[in-house]
Every structure is written in C-alpha cells, then in structure tokens.
C-alpha cells in the first residue's frame, strides 16, 4: 500500500489549501479514508475521515472550515481547507481507516506527509 499525500505550502491566515492524497495498492473504494496531522511536538491527531458511502466526519477543531471528499475513479481522497488558522500548521496525512463518527483509528501504514505551514 502506498499512500502520498501533497499539495501542501505556506499561507496566510484565513486563506484555503486544497491537499491530495493518492493511493495504490487497495481496493481504494472498499475502504474508508482520514487525513490526520502531526503538529511539531504533538501528537499525530485525527482530523477527518469520509467512508466508503460518502459520510464525513471532523474533529471539532475544523468543522465547518474543512472538507474531506474522495474519488474513487482516481483512488484519491482530498481535504478543502478554508479559513486556515496559524494552529492548523503541521504535516498532513492520509491513511485508510475504520471507525464510526469521532472515534477513528488508522489501518494502514503511513506514508508520506505534505507540510502545511499558516502565518498569522
């Protein structure tokens, strides 16, 4: 399995990013996918995740200014950030995952993150 993740950068407060993550190796759509993030001297945490119908969840921390959608066509999954926030900072990945509702854990390996860096 392998799992990129990009589209990453630098940007302003209030602005949006767009990051992309492609998957090989799986059946992508019999699997449900999340996008996590790892803050410098945080723990990696949950962000969102979208299930193999369409359902999406968020951490309260980013609800109403992100969204997690999927391709299954490409086998790729995309999270729309707006509102960006300077404690939204942190290296972001995706990885396939199982749960319900806010309680989501990884099932995958983790590959490569793409840094998201927000200036105040």
């Known amino acids: 399995v392998q799992l990129q993740a990009s589209g990453g950068g630098l940007v302003q407060a209030g602005r949006s990013l767009r990051l992309s993550c492609a998957a090989s190796?799986?059946?992508?759509?019999?699997?449900?996918m999340g996008w996590y993030r790892q803050a410098p001297g945080k723990e990696r945490e949950w962000v969102a995740a979208i299930t193999m119908g369409g359902n999406t969840n968020y951490v309260d921390s980013v609800k109403g200014r992100f969204i997690i959608s999927r391709d299954n066509a490409k086998n790729a999954v995309y999270l729309q950030m707006n509102s960006l926030k300077p404690e939204d900072t942190a290296i972001y990945y995706c990885?396939?995952?199982?749960?319900?509702?806010?309680?989501?854990?990884?099932?995958?390996?983790w590959g490569r993150g793409t840094q998201v860096t927000v200036s105040s």
């Open positions: 190796g799986i059946t992508f759509s019999s699997y449900s």
């Open positions: 990885n396939t995952v199982r749960g319900e509702i806010t309680h989501w854990a990884a099932s995958g390996s």
